[in-house]
């Protein structure tokens, strides 16, 4: 298979640009060529604005500065000849099949042979754009459909053609896969691939039937939320984050596209609500607002469309008394008799019965079109999972009785569902009538399919420890948001112990979406509350005693993070023997949020870090200072690469692009550490003692004056300068791991006895927000 | 009585730090060319020189060891010319001015080159390893006050708006600006070879700076307070030096000597308020030199900051028409141990160019000082 090691993208805009950046990311230099704009005295004016814009862009489109430097921007004309030096090529310029053919001429005038073409299209058909092209590019050609924005959305669906070489598909496949950490998707080449034929229906049916039933958008996004397991913004939340005026030409587009039987045309009615919005500039947030918007005029208030009178309104808390009365049971608020339930019903009923029709048409497998709506819409369950939770025999009684088509997929599975598990595997219902196995792409593990046919080693209400094989034991937080307890503690405890005698290594992962958000406070203000300050300390010395058991076990210890790892979170990774982190790691000590310092060795091994992998100058304060820098204003990475540059991540530490692929590459490093495994040496901190306070202070005055610290800020700051600066210590006197540790847990203890620490936790666990008190 | 003369004036070109063009030259490479143009300008055998004395406010990292020395050594000086590294913080250069008019005078040389450098990029300010005493922070902070917090003590205790530091920044700026284009930079300026080609030009100097631009800032030290980016130096990088010998010498030589020096004096302060430190250091230079603030021509005033330079001014009743007449450390920026050597080669310049017969060239120290020099045509 021909590797890609050089990519081009053409087309600058939002997706182009940002498709590169994800290349980059992945450490792959890339040409981002748009044209010449007229009159233009920098030819590459666009290209060049592309890559300002992506390098402002928030959430960030680059994962550390490095990667920024990988994109070389340009234009179509000067540099076409560059091509040639391209394994792939995607184009992402305008929705307009001319102007994709005639810039196809130019690149299969200037590419190397083998190299592969493919188009970000999401409305032309494949048959289209290789139409009347020589069969040598219709041979390397395919679509890759990238999801907005690249670098987040998991979802990639692939579109090969009858022409298409299937080495040149499996090229882009395997990169897209392993490089930019996608889950590939193969789709049909029919309008509008898998995610958006679906999710265009879904949201023009929730738009629909919402304003014909004259109901408040609070109420329609409430009811399409959690209950149905989407994000919580819903329909006209996203909408809104999309753009309104996206949604008359993508409706356009399809129904041109879609034969006449497809029931997206029953839905396809103009909305004149919509479209007065969009005509009065409310196209969303990047306009002046949408279906909600911010009245500055009226103190910032939030406000509301109101889909009857099409005026704002301030906007309320939904209120819905049909999601209450159903609990937890979908079908409960589809039954409920009133219109809430109906309109969930008719909403959600018309979507999965539209994505049973799309089995066999837009894809083949159910997995697919699940797997599609869940990279690319973030829905929690993929469509077939929310016809198994409904039934497929309630919901295909429910559209007889409501007089509407039933696909035959549904009669197909009727009394049985689309997913089972039989003898600890995943079996999906195949389109012939039989389940089959469901297959991972190659090298893929995931603990929840392992999980299936064994039990764990150990268990308690928070953790659990398993057998992955080939002697490697994985311990998984199983705590409410993967939140450190005491009993994780214990359950840690009790699998070093284990490990040592059964296994060979250890990874510490999970599958939540978050590795964890840091110790539980909730539990830690309760002890505050009743004054259990013995208790407290005793959590604090647990976490110290056990987190340093596990960074000198006699076994390797790999750390394997996704999302957040924050708090108690990133300092057990500070103690693993090395970290294979999900690019999409958020690592930070952010105790100083809740008015605490890192009381489980954070603050000792990042001083060990950055003393002895942070070329420096010389003294004891660079180490103190970058460790001070980052940990008093809880500087979170906003990526494994940043989080290697703050040094939660050490060098050497491995980043797997693919989410899927991280307990497969976690497990292979620790068994490569195994063979003739040491544990650490002890450091020796050498620390600046009260002179390093001193400066510390100054630097806290100061901020304190420039209103960029809060007089708890102060306190906190200068409890953590404490530790860091060792306490009274003097430079002619090295400390030892466990001095440091002391200082920790005294200055920790001392904080979480003042008023100030306890209203921050107290907020935090209220608000989710930071108190700047 | 002996006279000493200023009888040679370079500088590098002052460039933004860390963002500017010389942020990934070496200090003392900076100085080393700026030195060796020095010498060659004045075409005066190199082996005649007593000592190189570098001014350096943080001489550590980069601008370790003696410095002074090693750039004596990247300037191809002979080995019998000595060297000395000279730390007053601002002061650092204009100090060695004055060591090297008492040797001369005491006849312990003839021929001086008195030097200055910072790149505050690649050494930051407070050093890498800052330490101070905790005994004395606690009985005397200030000892280790912050200078921007100077500044807001200055405006405080001296009543200055943040609309007058304004006006003086614009000014600051405009005069730079003026005297750029009109070409009065060239004959200093010193075009230094660096990683990244050579730079010839200043670069803190903002033309377009208005009153509006700068009441569009933030305070930058204290949220209530009145001192911004835009009225306070910047972070610079720079190097200067000036060609100090008797006047005997300079006449034997050809050299042109731009000003004697008269008189010149140093003068302790509170150093919560270091910005005032010219006001004692410039009264007892000019008692020294027996002459009154009136019969000044030319005045080099440091703008550490807009606030403090308006207090001395008002303080020591300056004419504001004679001060900083090329701009000042606002526009041009203030490389710490640089900027003594440069205000006084530019004094002596201006004095010359502007033809007068007396001339201040003065500056607040962090820690609680003042310096002042008294330079007289020739």
Request: glycine residues 10%; aromatic residues 6%.
């Amino acid at each position: 298979m021909a590797n890609i090691d050089k990519v081009a993208v053409i087309g600058a805009g939002t997706m182009g640009a940002g498709i590169a950046a994800q290349v980059a990311n992945a450490g792959i230099p890339v040409l981002l060529l748009d044209i010449v704009p007229a009159d233009a005295t920098n030819r590459n004016a666009i290209a060049e604005g592309a890559l300002e814009r992506l390098k402002k862009a928030d959430p960030a489109a680059f994962m550390s500065r490095d990667a920024a430097r990988l994109v070389t921007p340009g234009n179509i004309e000067d540099h076409l000849a560059a091509l040639a030096e391209c394994d792939w090529i995607v184009e992402a310029v305008i929705e307009r099949l001319d102007i994709k053919q005639s810039l196809y001429a130019k690149i299969e005038a200037a590419r190397k042979p083998g190299s592969v073409v493919s188009s970000n299209t999401s409305t032309i058909p494949l048959s289209a754009l290789i139409g009347g092209l020589p069969t040598t590019f219709a041979s390397d050609f395919c679509i890759t459909h990238f999801f907005n924005p690249p670098r987040y959305m998991r979802l990639l669906e692939l579109v090969g053609g009858p022409a298409t070489r299937p080495e040149a598909l499996e090229a882009v496949r395997h990169f897209a896969d392993h490089r930019l950490g996608k889950s590939v998707v193969e789709a049909k080449d029919r309008p509008g691939f898998i995610a958006n034929r679906l999710g265009v229906y879904w949201l023009q049916a929730a738009v629909i039937e919402a304003v014909e039933m004259g109901l408040d958008i609070e109420d329609v996004d409430a009811i399409v939320g959690r209950p149905m397991g989407i994000p919580k913004t819903g329909v006209f939340g996203l909408l809104d984050l999309v753009g309104l005026d996206l949604m008359p030409h993508v409706n356009a587009s399809l129904a041109a596209a879609l034969p006449a039987e497809d029931p997206f045309h029953a839905l396809n009615r103009p909305v004149p609500l919509v479209d007065k919005l969009i005509a009065e500039g409310y196209t969303g947030r990047k306009g002046k607002g949408g279906f909600y918007r911010v009245n500055r005029e009226a103190g910032k208030r939030k406000e509301a469309v109101d889909l009857v009178t099409g005026a704002f309104r301030p906007a309320r808390k939904a209120d819905v008394e049909a999601i209450a009365a159903a609990g937890r049971s979908l079908t409960a608020l589809l039954d409920h008799d009133s219109p809430h339930g109906r309109y969930a019903w008719r909403v959600l009923g018309r979507t999965l019965a539209y994505a049973a029709f799309l089995l066999g048409d837009a894809a083949d497998e159910v997995e697919a079109i699940d797997e599609a709506m869940r990279l690319g819409y973030n829905w929690k369950q993929g469509p077939f999972q929310l016809i198994d939770k409904v039934g497929v025999d309630w919901l295909v009684s429910r559209l007889e009785r409501e007089g509407w088509a039933v696909p035959p997929a549904l009669r197909l599975a009727a009394g049985r569902t689309f997913h089972r598990i039989e003898a600890g595997r995943r079996q999906v219902l195949g389109l012939d009538g039989a389940y089959h196995d469901l297959v991972r792409p190659e090298g893929v593990v995931l603990l929840d399919d392992l999980k299936l046919n064994r039990q764990p080693v150990l268990k308690n209400g928070s953790a659990a420890l398993w057998d992955i094989g080939d002697g490697v034991a994985c311990f998984e937080f199983t705590s409410k948001m993967n939140s450190i307890d005491s009993e994780i503690m214990d359950l840690l405890g009790k699998s070093i112990r284990r490990v040592k005698k059964d296994f060979k290594a250890l990874v510490i992962y999970n599958e939540g979406s978050n590795f964890s958000a840091g110790a539980n406070l909730g539990l830690a203000l309760f002890a505050a509350n009743i004054a259990a300050w013995t208790e407290i300390e005793q959590m604090v010395t647990a976490g110290q005693q056990t987190y340093r058991a596990l960074k000198y076990a006699p076994f390797p210890v790999v750390g394997a993070p996704s999302g957040m790892a924050l708090g108690g979170g990133c300092e057990i990774l500070l103690h693993c023997d090395a970290v294979q982190a999900h690019a999409e790691t958020y690592v930070g000590l952010v105790e100083v949020g809740v008015g605490l310092v890192p009381g489980w060795g954070g603050c000792k091994e990042m001083l060990s870090r950055w003393s002895s992998l942070g070329n420096l100058p010389k003294g004891p304060m660079p180490a103190v200072g970058k460790v001070f820098e980052t940990v008093a204003v809880a500087t979170v990475a906003k990526s494994a690469a940043e989080a290697k540059e703050l040094l939660f991540l050490r060098p050497s530490d491995g980043v797997t692009m693919n989410r899927a692929r991280l307990l497969a590459d976690a497990k292979a490093k620790a068994l490569s550490l195994v063979e003739g495994y040491v544990p650490p040496a002890p450091p020796v901190l050498t620390l600046p003692g009260p002179s390093g306070k001193v400066a510390l202070d100054l630097a806290i005055g100061s901020l304190r004056r420039q209103g960029k610290a809060t007089p708890h800020d102060e306190v906190v700051s200068g409890a953590l300068a404490e530790v860091l600066t060792g306490g009274d210590t003097d430079v002619t006197t090295p400390l030892d791991e466990e001095q440091v540790l002391e200082l920790e847990r005294s200055r920790f203890m001392r904080l979480v006895r003042h008023p100030g620490t306890l209203a921050r936790i107290e907020t935090m666990l209220l608000t989710g927000k930071p108190l700047r008190n | 009585m002996k006279k000493v003369v200023v009888a040679g004036y370079v500088r590098s070109p002052f460039t933004p730090a860390k963002k500017g063009d010389l942020a990934s030259v070496r200090p003392d490479d900076l100085a080393g060319q700026v030195v060796q143009a020095l010498v060659a300008r004045s075409g005066i055998p190199a082996g005649d020189i007593e000592d190189l004395l570098l001014g350096c406010a943080f001489p550590e990292g980069e601008q370790g060891f003696n410095l002074a020395r090693l750039v004596g050594m990247i300037a191809d000086l002979p080995q019998s010319v000595g060297a000395a590294t000279l730390n007053r913080f601002c002061g650092s250069s204009m100090t060695s001015v004055h060591v090297a008019v008492g040797s001369i005078l005491a006849g312990a040389g003839d021929v001086f080159v008195c030097a200055g450098v910072e790149s505050m990029t690649r050494v930051p300010m407070m050093g890498f390893n800052p330490l101070p005493n905790p005994a004395l922070a606690a009985r005397l902070p200030a000892a280790y006050i912050g200078m921007g917090d100077t500044a807001e003590n200055v405006a405080a205790r001296y009543g200055i708006s943040r609309r007058e530091q304004e006006e003086f920044a614009v000014v600051s700026h405009r005069r730079a600006a003026a005297a750029r284009d009109a070409g009065r930079f060239e004959a200093e300026i010193v075009p230094i070879t660096g990683r990244k080609g050579t730079v010839t030009a200043d670069g803190c100097i903002r033309p377009d700076t208005t009153l509006e631009s700068l009441a569009d800032l933030k305070p930058a030290f204290n949220a209530e307070g009145v001192v911004t980016a835009g009225t306070s130096s910047p972070l610079t990088d720079g190097a200067s030096a000036v060609l100090v010998c008797s006047e005997d010498y300079a006449l034997a030589h050809g050299l042109e000597i731009l000003a004697a020096i008269r008189s010149f004096a140093v003068c302790g302060c509170d150093p919560a308020v270091m910005g005032i430190g010219p006001v004692g250091a410039t009264r007892k230079a000019l008692s020294r030199a027996g002459i009154e603030v009136g019969q000044l021509d030319v005045i080099e005033l440091n703008e550490a900051f807009a606030s403090q330079s308006i207090a001395c001014i008002r303080d020591l009743g300056l004419p504001v028409e004679k001060v900083n007449l090329d701009g000042g450390a606002i526009a041009l920026g203030h490389p710490l141990g640089a900027t003594g050597a440069r205000i006084v080669g530019k004094a002596a310049s201006l004095l010359k160019r502007e033809k007068g017969r007396f001339a201040l060239a003065t500056q607040c120290i962090g820690g609680g000082q003042g310096i002042a020099t008294i330079l007289e045509a020739v």
